[in-house]
């Protein structure tokens, strides 16, 4: 549904993306991680048709970013890391205005706005002027304006920056509906838990670089250099860590207060082998599981060394 | 709905329509504008009929009704020069700095029908304000000396001159980032236009060749602005001694040219020559007093030369604005950057 190839944006002398290619299929929700200035932003600009690139191509649907802006902009809906309301419009009006720059007739204008607003939870705001919504509603808001033509596409610039818990995981349940719907989402954030959940594929991106792409697990374990055991024993942890100190799975022994960690590299049999090996040897082993290091470690790693 | 319908009756237009009139400012400048419209002919009315020989004309109906158009329809001018640009100047730059343009570029309405949406709103407004001022422009009518058509002539070069502002405080708003820096240069633009041009007619006048068959007129720049084409509109006369230098420091008048010499001034009639005395067949010029005798716009009407000049204008500031508010432009001022080498 989503295909980049080789996307080159140069500003001056600083290339702000650097020969980044990815690919999103369709119904997959794509999420685009990366520290601040990475170039997130202006691959999302990019394929929403608001900038040109210096080099390389973009395809939403087969529709090229650069040729055929129509048709991207029938497909996609855009959402930017800012509200971009208006002052003096009611929610609906707000609504209906964009529907109307999408030349839907205005017959149909009514049912779409009131189907969204009831999609996002906001059909008793309708009345409100959009501008005296709260930070989370003006977000949804936000979010149903981009919804507004029913695009399969959805391309989502940091949509919980500056929302309070409860609206990011209110946000975060509209999105995995959003993807019931069918709708190919690329979200970009550096609240990179959330992505965690929500997202099916994932891209790390930093200094204009495509660091790692694909699945969000394959991501996590291409990028964690092995996995660390947690072990809670009773007795003296200094004999249970020289049990495991010269097992082949196990390297970086430590000791802490209330346990062991270890670095571990093998397979299910190599940690049963562990386990077997502590109690043989007649440890009390009250806790034995593995640290989770999920997307957190997969990102810092990624945008503190190159991946090989 | 057929394109000619959607391109007047656009989203931007309800849009901003609602926006505006929400608003207490629409009230307030509409209500300003009647009470310093009016309140300058009531002022002009009381000072003409307490002594209307102040004016250097004769006490009669007719003159009043002349000299209270001529006040009321410049002072229009220079409030629709204030207005206008305060109007557009903020148009895109506005919707830039509200950070919801580019949610306009991501849908089907192509950017030239923004600009067409803005313009048409802020000249809206503009129209309201001069239907606004109908009915004191109609006290005119009281005193008589203004004839309907003079009327209508000089709401349209005022008509005019307000899209022409519109259109620059729009392309300076698309140029510019920042509203302040628009607002700025679209009041700055208007002052060259309205009084900048008119000054320039006065330092920089036509010199007079001695030996030429026709009355000289005063550079075609100084008839851009509305104030030359309404004060012969209003005094159906054009304007004496303006915008022509004849040698030895001679001056026009309407009905022929003086030379001034050792304290003396002596004068010849229309069609002569100064200081050559015999009259000269002036062929190809109108009868009328308010044509232009001479130059790029000879024998045109002095508001003529105006509303097209004006109306150039408004097509080059259009043109540069849709060229300019695309966010990625098929036409490229300078070329691409080259391409960084790939990631060491």
């Known amino acids: 549904m989503i295909a980049v190839e080789d996307l080159t944006k140069i500003y001056g ?11 999103v299929p369709e119904r997959e929700i794509f999420g685009f991680v990366g520290p601040n200035g990475a170039g997130k932003t202006t691959t999302l600009r990019i394929l929403a048709a608001l900038l040109a690139p210096t080099q390389g191509r973009a395809f939403i649907g087969g529709a090229d970013v650069t040729k055929d802006r129509d048709k991207v902009h029938s497909r996609i809906g855009y959402m930017p890391d800012f509200f971009g309301v208006y002052d003096q419009l009611t929610v609906g009006e707000y609504l209906d205005f964009y529907a109307a720059c999408y030349q839907l007739p205005k017959q149909r204008r009514q049912k779409i706005v009131d189907d969204l607003l009831a ?3 906001l059909s008793e705001r309708k009345g409100q002027l959009v501008d005296t919504l709260s930070r989370g509603l003006k977000q949804r808001a936000c979010l149903a304006r981009a919804l507004v033509h029913d695009p399969a596409v959805l391309l989502l610039d940091e949509p919980a920056s500056g929302l309070d818990p409860r609206a990011r995981v209110e946000m975060r349940e509209i999105l995995k509906e ?3 719907m069918g709708k190919t989402i690329i979200i970009s954030s550096h609240i990179l838990p959330e992505l965690t959940e929500l997202c099916t594929m994932i891209g790390i991106i930093d200094h204009g670089r495509m660091r790692a792409t694909g699945p969000v697990a394959e991501v996590i374990a291409r990028l964690t250099s092995g996995r660390r055991l947690r072990i809670k024993v009773r007795g003296p942890k200094e004999e249970a860590a020289a049990i495991l100190a010269p097992l082949p799975s196990i390297q970086n022994v430590e000791v802490t207060d209330s346990h062991i960690e270890a670095e571990f590299k093998g397979d299910e ?5 562990i386990l077997l090996a502590l109690t043989t040897a007649g440890v009390q082993v009250t806790s034995f599981s593995e640290i989770e290091g999920g997307l957190e470690d997969a990102f810092l790693k990624a945008t503190s060394e190159e991946v090989g | 709905m057929n394109a ?3 391109a007047l009756w656009n989203p931007i237009v309800a849009k901003e329509y609602r926006s505006r009139m929400r608003t207490w400012r629409s009230p307030l400048a509409m209500t300003i504008y009647i009470v310093l419209l009016g309140g300058l002919g009531w002022a002009v009315f009381a000072a003409i009929s307490n002594n209307g020989a102040g004016f250097g004309l004769p006490s009669s109906g007719g003159n009043y009704g002349q000299i209270l158009f001529t006040f009321l329809i410049l002072f229009q001018v220079a409030l629709l020069a204030f207005i206008t640009p305060a109007l557009t100047a903020g148009a895109i730059s506005g919707e830039r700095e509200r950070q919801t343009i580019d949610l306009l570029f991501v849908t089907r ?8 949406g803005k313009l048409l709103s802020s000249m809206s407004f503009v129209v309201l304000l001069l239907l606004l001022s109908i009915p004191i422009f109609s006290l005119v009518f009281l005193f008589g000396g203004i004839e309907l058509d003079q009327v209508l002539y000089a709401f349209l070069v005022t008509g005019v001159t307000a899209l022409m502002l519109g259109l620059v405080g729009i392309a300076f708003s698309t140029l510019f980032r920042r509203t302040l820096a628009a607002t700025v240069a679209s009041y700055g633009a208007a002052f060259v236009l309205v009084v900048g041009t008119p000054v320039y007619g006065l330092l920089f006048p036509t010199d007079v060749n001695p030996s030429a068959t026709t009355l000289p007129a005063p550079p075609a720049i100084a008839i851009l602005s509305p104030v030359l084409p309404l004060l012969t509109i209003a005094t159906n006369q054009s304007i004496q001694g303006y915008g022509v230098r004849y040698p030895g420091g001679g001056f026009a008048t309407s009905t022929g040219s003086c030379v001034v010499q050792s304290g003396s001034t002596a004068c010849v009639p229309v069609g002569a020559i100064p200081g050559k005395g015999a009259p000269v067949n002036v062929s190809g010029i109108s009868n009328s007093t308010t044509t232009i005798p001479s130059g790029l716009f000879s024998g045109w009407q002095y508001w003529q030369a105006s509303v097209v000049m004006q109306l150039v204008i408004c097509a080059f500031a259009l043109a540069l604005s849709a060229f300019v508010l695309p966010p990625v432009r098929r036409l490229r001022l300078r070329g691409r950057p080259k391409p960084a080498l790939a990631a060491e």
Do not use: N
């Open chain 2, 4 to 6: 000619f319908s959607r």
């Open chain 1, 269 to 273: 049999a190599a940690v049963s082998e």
């Open chain 1, 178 to 180: 959003l993807r019931g």
């Open chain 1, 13 to 23: 002398t600083r290339a702000a993306l650097d020969h980044v290619s990815f690919e």
């Open chain 1, 119 to 121: 999609l996002i939870g």
């Open chain 2, 109 to 116: 309405i192509p950017p030239f029908s923004i600009i067409w």
